[in-house]
Every structure is written in structure tokens, then in C-alpha cells.
């Protein structure tokens, strides 16, 4: 059984929790700031466990766990307006996702891997290196591949693209499914790593 321990319950970190749930046999550790929202969390995933009958386990945790797999999905909370400049993403999450990874420091097991998902991944895993060995950034395949989509048609303001990317920086969604695939690619490889002779 792979111990997972998820911080940030918003929509990345919840369903992220449901699919680990469902994929993985394992015991699923959920974190949050806001308590009474982390207990309807956990209430709600172990009653899929039950209906699905999955053999995994959801258990809400104030504390950093022992566990093979973290993922990181904190966050400061977002103002009216999400910032659009990465550097104001990276002084408004740089603490918090510090703060963990220094928790994360004091009870990891030694082959553990630290997963990012939080914005700006790339700037906080090479940050949180210093602290903790196997931090990956995650969650950028989806970003990447319109960025791609956009550099090799030459059009960057084509209103589908450009949609999606305004509904996406407004907090809107698109990215979400996206980032907790990418998430769940890594945590499996990890997993069959594990069970490889």
C-alpha cells in the first residue's frame, strides 16, 4: 500500500485525493487549513471508497505524515483578480509551499517524492530542492502544449486559444484535469518503480 499525503483541498487537491483513491491501493492523507472543509472532504471521499469499493483509505491529517508520495497544492488564496505576473504568484506561495516542504523535511521516508503543483511549480520545486530531495514540478504539460499549439500556428490571439486561456488565468478551470493526470503519470511510474525488481 503507497501512503500519499495531500496538501490544499481545493479543486486540484480534491480531485486529486478521488483519482489517487481509485487508482492506487492506498492510504490517502488530506490537508488543509480550513478544517471544516477538509472533514466534508474527507467525509465525502471515504464514502466513495465505500460505494466503489475501492481498497484504498481517506483519512484527514493537521500534521505531516511518513508517506512515499507528497503533493503539494497550497496555496494563498486567490484575490478577485489572480495575478497574472509569476512573480507576484511567487511571493504570495513561496512561503507556504516552503513551510510545508521544511515540515515534510523533519518525516520523510528516504526514496520519498515531493510533488509540486502549486504556482509557479518550476521556481518552487528548484526552491524547495534546497530542502527536500525528488521535488518535481507538475501540473505544465497542458500549459506547455498550448503555448506549443500557439508558437507553431503563429496565431496567439486565436479566440478559441484565447478563450480558454482568459477563462483559465480567471480561475475558471481547463487546467485542473489536466494538472492531476500529469500528477497521477508521476505518482504511477513511482509506484511501479517501487514494485520493480
Not at 460505494?51 to 484527514?60: A, C, F, I
Not at 509569476?86 to 528516504?110: C, G, Q, S, T, Y
Not at 500556428?153 to 483559465?168: A, C, F, M, N
Request: hydrophobic share 40%.
Amino acid at each position: 500500500m503507497v501512503i500519499i499525503q495531500i496538501f490544499g483541498m481545493g479543486h486540484v487537491g480534491s480531485l486529486l485525493a478521488y483519482r489517487c483513491a481509485c487508482e492506487f491501493d492506498s492510504l490517502v492523507y488530506i490537508n488543509d487549513i480550513d478544517k471544516e472543509k477538509l472533514q466534508s472532504e474527507e467525509a465525502d471521499l471515504q464514502q466513495a471508497c465505500l460505494v466503489e469499493h475501492l481498497p484504498s483509505e481517506v483519512r484527514l491529517s493537521n500534521m505531516v505524515e511518513e508517506a512515499d508520495i507528497y503533493v503539494i497544492c497550497a496555496n494563498a488564496p486567490k484575490k478577485a483578480s489572480a495575478p497574472d505576473d509569476r512573480m507576484e504568484l511567487l511571493a504570495a506561495n513561496a512561503p507556504i509551499v516552503m513551510d510545508i516542504a521544511h515540515e515534510i523535511a523533519k518525516v520523510r521516508k528516504e526514496m520519498s517524492m515531493t510533488l509540486i503543483i502549486t504556482n509557479p511549480s518550476h521556481t518552487l520545486a528548484a526552491e524547495a530542492l534546497d530542502i527536500i530531495p525528488f521535488a518535481v514540478p507538475t501540473g505544465n504539460l497542458l500549459d506547455n502544449a498550448r503555448l506549443r499549439m500557439c508558437r507553431a500556428t503563429g496565431q496567439h490571439e486565436r479566440p478559441s486559444i484565447q478563450e480558454k486561456y482568459d477563462l483559465v488565468k480567471s480561475g475558471k478551470g481547463y487546467t485542473q484535469f489536466g494538472a492531476i493526470s500529469e500528477a497521477v503519470v508521476y505518482i504511477r511510474g513511482y509506484i511501479n518503480g517501487l514494485e520493480s525488481p
